[in-house]
């Protein structure tokens, strides 16, 4: 599949009209964001520049685990062009225009950005409950005017274990420290659900795992604070690639790993009622804390 292959090259205070960064609070703890949302076990931020964190509550002090821990959310544009060579690309610094205020009371925030050869991006993110929905589309491919685009999320995952848990050098303690971790993920091609150790070793596009995308992943760590992560799509059939922290190399799925969403640009228009999916088939991506 496209999305396959394009995986490994994804490694995902003022009120502004104009094209610039968006406008951000100036109070800690969310100095610094556009948007913010505040749930028990997690918060999720939009930062003036359009990437996404997601910060884990820890679950005795009620605050926020610092960046060890902290979920990355990159927005890019990929362009294939005709020779079939791929390349991923940040949205412009001072490319991004909204008529939205900063703040923690939205639920429903859009903007639009830029990309190098003038490519125009939108992004939506809402915020449900535990869920976060997110959705963008290609607007207008300025100069590029061959080859494939595509408008892209990449979550990494970080490692979720500190060396006070894999720093021990007996493998059996570090085992039963992960012995009721569990990581489900369901494969596209067969709608065959799989099961996975945290610690287990595992390249995720080996054919019985994760190679040919997923329509969802489920991740129950012990060290998630109480959270168990699902990523997936509005509505559970989008396929999404799951690859190792370093694509293609084999590696215990603790250690990191990431999630990617891609809509590719076809110049149509979205239909009535349907914009959230951009004409192009996929549905949003969705990042549920349950």
Not at 204 to 228: C, F
Not at 260 to 279: C, L, N, Q
Request: charge should be positive; glycine fraction near 10%; charged fraction near 30%.
């Amino acid at each position: 599949m496209v999305l396959g292959w394009l995986l490994g090259w994804v490694v995902c205070s003022a009120h502004h009209v104009l094209a610039g960064s968006l406008p951000v609070m100036t109070k800690n703890p969310w100095a610094g964001y556009f948007s913010g949302y505040a749930r028990r076990g997690f918060e999720f931020a939009i930062d003036s520049e359009g990437q996404c964190e997601i910060y884990l509550i820890a679950s005795k002090t009620k605050q926020r685990i610092g960046r060890s821990r902290t979920i990355d959310i990159r927005v890019e544009l990929v362009v294939e062009d005709s020779q079939g060579r791929v390349t991923t690309q940040k949205l412009g610094k001072d490319s991004f225009r909204t008529d939205m205020k900063p703040g923690l009371d939205h639920k429903e925030v859009r903007f639009t950005a830029g990309s190098k050869g003038d490519v125009k991006l939108e992004v939506t993110v809402k915020y449900e409950r535990n869920r976060i929905i997110m959705d963008g589309r290609i607007l207008d491919r300025g100069t590029l005017k061959t080859g494939r685009l595509y408008m892209g999320f990449c979550v990494k995952v970080p490692a979720m274990y500190g060396k006070s848990t894999y720093g021990n050098a007996d493998k059996k303690k570090v085992k039963g420290a992960m012995r009721g971790d569990r990581i489900r993920i369901t494969r596209a091609a067969d709608k065959k659900r799989v099961t996975l150790k945290s610690y287990e070793e595992v390249n995720l596009q080996d054919k019985h795992m994760a190679l040919g995308g997923i329509t969802e992943v489920s991740v129950d760590m012990d060290a998630q604070e109480g959270n168990r992560f699902v990523f997936t799509t509005l509505d559970g059939s989008g396929v999404i690639e799951l690859e190792n922290k370093t694509p293609g190399q084999k590696a215990a799925l603790w250690q990191g790993y990431q999630v990617t969403w891609m809509r590719e640009f076809t110049g149509a228009p979205a239909k009535d009622g349907d914009h959230d999916r951009a004409a192009a088939g996929i549905a949003p991506l969705v990042i549920e804390m349950k």
